[in-house]
T-cell receptor, first 110, second 116 residues
Framework: DQQVKQNSPSLSVQEGRISILNCDYT??????FLWYKKYPAEGPTFLIS?????DKNEDGRFTVFLNKSAKHLSLHIVPSQPGDSAVYFC?????????FGEGTQLTVNP | DTGVSQNPRHKITKRGQNVTFRCDPI?????LYWYRQTLGQGPEFLTY????????KSRLLSDRFSAERPKGSFSTLEIQRTEQGDSAMYLC??????????????FGPGTRLTVT
């Protein structure tokens, strides 16, 4: 039962352009949605979150959008930088348990 | 404080052997979590401690798996009679209690297990 689904295993964008990473979920009990970023040989690190009662949260170059009726969220990175190249995980949480998607490898080309 | 540490970073073992991994969380964090990540998948929750109490276990944690956190500080994850399907990256994370965003967990680099 894949409760959080990231359908794009990879995404490639040009430096300075917008990166849009997408995620769908099935569990209506999640109270927060998160994005984590992972570089090779390191553990995932927290990037940005959104409460299930919100539809947008912005932090610098990163914005997360939540569409509850569609059970869909997305992460926008503007402008994209080569240092943003990493695997991005979409997550849902209720209580202490994090439920990860499969991840999307973002590559930002100089 | 250098963050969450895990040892060993890599472990190769033969099927049927027992292995034990260690996780040292960030010192002031009293919540500790174990996850397993297989190729092409995101990490999957295994178990969670608050101090020394194991409060939650996933159905993924079979009888061959046991986790402990005896003094509420470091934790160990033991796998008995390893199987090839146990080959994965085992991740540990910690978080402080009652710090608003309980979901912000700090991950270690993981222990990669290969069962031959």
């Amino acid at each position: 039962d894949q409760q959080v689904k990231q359908n794009s295993p990879s995404l490639s964008v040009q430096e300075g352009r917008i990166s849009i990473l997408n995620c769908d979920y099935t569990n209506s009990m999640f109270d927060y949605f998160l994005w984590y970023k992972k570089y090779p040989a390191e553990g995932p690190t927290f990037l940005i979150s959104i409460s299930s009662i919100k539809d947008k949260n912005e932090d610098g170059r990163f914005t997360v959008f939540l569409n509850k009726s569609a059970k869909h969220l997305s992460l926008h990175i503007v402008p994209s930088q080569p240092g943003d190249s990493a695997v991005y995980f979409c997550l849902g949480t209720s209580g202490s348990r994090l439920t990860f998607g499969e991840g999307t490898q973002l590559t930002v080309n100089p | 404080d250098t963050g969450v540490s895990q040892n060993p970073r890599h472990k190769i073992t033969k099927r049927g052997q027992n292995v034990t991994f260690r996780c040292d969380p960030i010192s002031e964090h009293n919540r500790l979590y174990w996850y397993r990540q297989t190729l092409g998948q995101g990490p999957e929750f295994l178990t969670y401690f608050q101090n020394e109490a194991q409060l939650e276990k996933s159905r993924l944690l079979s009888d061959r798996f046991s986790a402990e956190r005896p003094k509420g500080s470091f934790s160990t994850l033991e796998i008995q009679r390893t199987e090839q399907g146990d080959s994965a990256m085992y991740l540990c994370a910690s978080s402080p209690r009652d710090k608003g965003v309980a979901y912000e967990q700090y991950f270690g680099p993981g222990t990669r297990l290969t069962v031959t």
